[in-house]
């Protein structure tokens, strides 16, 4: 599960993503855009400025915007930077690994395999989904859900 700070943070590259190209976007258009605590959107937005994902812009005219294209993106790099390892358990993570405490054997350990399938499976999708191609997909399903209301509308 990924954490509501995770949630905050790709809810707020989305709106990056849109905004590509135009300019320093403010962290109060974020925060009111996808009702985010402003204090928390604060600390997340500089992380991923840390990590070099975003980059900021001071005084009037400023705010943050996108370091890199959000087609070279994607969420298992953002989740990595805001949440740490994606792997549900330490002992099958790529880049946190650490051998669980309570485990003898790990290549008898029955539960690995099963975690490996389930790191793979996260990962699959994680990685292939860019920040441009996840924004994409919400304003597409933002165009439906206009359309089918539109719809109902004029049936009333």
Do not use: W
Not at 24 to 36: G, H, M, R, T
Not at 55 to 83: C, F, M, T
Not at 125 to 133: G, P
Request: aromatic share 6%; charged share 30%; net charge positive.
């Amino acid at each position: 599960m990924i954490s509501k700070k995770a949630k905050y943070a790709i809810k707020a590259l989305k709106v990056l993503t849109e905004e590509f190209g135009k300019g320093p976007i403010l962290i109060s258009y974020i925060s009111a855009k996808e009702n985010i605590p402003k204090k928390f959107l604060e600390a997340i937005l500089l992380e991923l400025r840390n990590h070099g994902i975003l980059q900021s812009q001071k005084g009037k005219g400023g705010g943050y915007l996108l370091r890199v294209d959000p087609e070279r993106v994607n969420l298992a790099q953002v989740l990595r930077v805001i949440d740490g390892p994606i792997a549900p358990t330490p002992c099958v993570s790529l880049n946190f690994y650490v051998r669980c405490d309570d485990c003898n054997d790990e290549f008898a350990c029955a539960i690995r395999p099963i975690m490996e399938r389930v790191r793979d499976a996260n990962l699959a999708v994680y990685e292939k989904t860019t920040l441009a191609a996840f924004a994409r997909r919400e304003a597409e399903h933002q165009e439906v859900v206009v359309n089918l209301v539109d719809t109902e509308n004029r049936a009333s």
